[in-house]
Nanobody, 120 residues
């Protein structure tokens, strides 16, 4: 069972910043064989893709709502993906989930989620 562990969520004022981390703690997991993404789900809304980063080439994609404010990155040596969130808005409030998809297996794994709350 692949285990993804998110951290870095919390309470922040509008305009503030947070950095989320997602570490794969499963031994034998070849992190570089997985495309990684961050999703979020706000109360009463469907889960939506926030940002994604390819396995090795590092191509990234972002939801229009976060372009220019969020940056996704990965460190394959540390089996970790990051989401730097700047200029946070109240509408960014949600539970943020880390997602991994195998580039060969196409298996999908989810983290447990971390709460981000943006409020004054």
């Amino acid at each position: 069972q692949v285990q993804l562990v998110e951290s870095g969520g919390g309470l922040v004022q509008p305009g503030g910043s947070l950095r989320l981390s997602c570490a794969c703690v499963t031994s034998g997991f070849t992190f570089s064989y997985y495309d990684m993404s961050w999703y979020r789900q706000a109360p009463g809304k469907e889960r939506e893709l926030v940002a994604g980063i390819a396995s090795t080439v590092g191509n990234t994609n972002y939801a229009d709502s976060v372009k220019g404010r969020f940056t996704i990155s990965r460190d394959n040596g540390k089996n970790t993906v990051y989401l730097q969130m700047n200029s946070l808005k109240p509408e960014d409030t949600a539970v943020y989930y880390c997602n991994a998809v195998g580039i060969y297996s196409r298996r999908r794994y989810w983290g447990q989620g971390t709460q981000v709350t943006v409020t004054s």
